[in-house]
């Protein structure tokens, strides 16, 4: 069953290369960025400036589909992609969650963006907290692992 | 810019039609369903069950695009789209952050769960408070609203 999707913009940050775009927008709260919307989408926007946080959806267009266990970015023990963030899956849609700045018609500005310069946008969604935010659950694999530079070879 | 994306599993609920399936899953915690992953993926759940919340993403396969601004569930006020997290958008991408219960071979058993009976799987990403958990985000409009009945016509 294939499923056609479409661009609605485009997102534009400082993360020129996949080696030094950050894993994690969380551990660059300070990156910005730049969402641009095709102007045929400009008029979904009305009310978006009512939320602090977004999740932004995108497509990792860098990324091909690889293995179905693989090593992530954050661990040397190799997980099922599903049990990843690994932006090499088998549909390559990623989501982040970033921080609301400012809104100029088609466009507008964000806080804490993790993706690379040019990624293509599929959709935004209001982070609402009382459907998105679990503290209780649990880290898994991640429980203790912080920042680092990107292994060499995990793409 | 035409994105194919493939169905990777299905997801089946007690949810069978659109009026009464539920708007939010935490409006409904106690729902269950079993997400099945086409045998050809099943590898990438391995290490699934070290998490106890999962996002789903699925397709809206019984919502088309529509307006850009548009009366969503909860509120009488319309917003665009992009403001809302109504099924009818450019993209028919959700997500939903379920509670992972019990994996048996390519399924498994969750809780929370808000979508419709027989809806395609997209992709599955562990949920990680440390990046997805943010308690300061606003609720923007959605601020005071509470579960309802779907007001009729809104699809």
Redesign the interface.
Known sequence: ????????GIIHTDHTSKEHSPI???FHPDATGTVELFPE?A??????E????L?L?Y?FDRADPGE??RYPFLDDT????????HPC???G?G?T?VRFLERNGNRFTVKGIDVLDGT?L?????????????????????AGKNNRQKPVGRE
């Open positions: 069953m294939i499923i056609n999707i479409q661009a609605i994690q927008g969380v989408f008029e979904g926007l009305l009310d978006i009512l939320f602090s946080h999740y959806f497509h179905l266990i190799p997980h099922g992609i599903f049990a990843t963030r899956r088998p549909n849609i989501i969650v293509p599929l959709d935004i969604k209001p982070y609402i907290p009382r459907f998105d935010c679990h503290p209780e659950a649990s880290e898994g694999w991640f």
